[in-house]
């Protein structure tokens, strides 16, 4: 079953209600995945012994057949590794640990985007995303002020009178 993952890891920064809700639901499925993955190793990893146990018993038993000499466990071993049975079962265990490690790897990146998005939820909560406002112009503001301390120096203080 193929998974568009790219599309389940990326991130609507204006849609952020929505991407929390499906999180939990992507790590789920993801990490199910893994431990199918996990489990497909774990039993490729028992075919590879049952495999290996059995050639080697068809060795022993017929060592001129593979071309054993001394018949040593060395010389078994080494025969074992390299029949095409052990091979073909080794090939397996390769792949599907490889397929384990990428899912690994997915359901790192799902915590990672639930990490960027608490940062986005915070973003929002500080109003980064908040809309434009108009640039104050500096140059009308500083005129503004200046007319009006200049409206004040006009007035006359007024004194204040002493009494008696």
Request: hydrophobic letters at 30%; zero cysteines; a positive charge.
């Amino acid at each position: 079953m193929e998974y568009d993952i790219d599309a389940d890891l990326h991130i609507d920064p204006n849609g952020l209600d929505v991407e929390w809700l499906a999180q939990a639901n992507y790590m789920r499925k993801y990490t199910k995945l893994l431990s199918e993955a996990k489990k497909t190793v774990s039993l490729l990893k028992e075919k590879v012994d049952i495999t290996e146990a059995t050639v080697a018993r068809k060795i022993r038993r017929r060592p001129q057949k593979y071309k054993i000499e001394k018949g040593t466990d060395k010389e078994i071993k080494e025969a074992v590794k390299l029949h095409k049975e052990t091979r073909a079962t080794r090939d397996e265990l390769i792949e599907a640990e490889y397929e384990a490690d990428v899912l690994l790897g997915v359901v790192r990146s799902f915590e990672h985007k639930k990490r960027a998005l608490e940062k986005e939820v915070d973003l929002l909560n500080q109003n980064y995303y908040a809309s434009p406002r108009e640039p104050r112009n500096l140059d009308k503001e500083w005129d503004k002020r200046v007319k009006q301390r200049g409206a004040r120096s006009k007035i006359k203080p007024q004194r204040k009178r002493r009494r008696k």
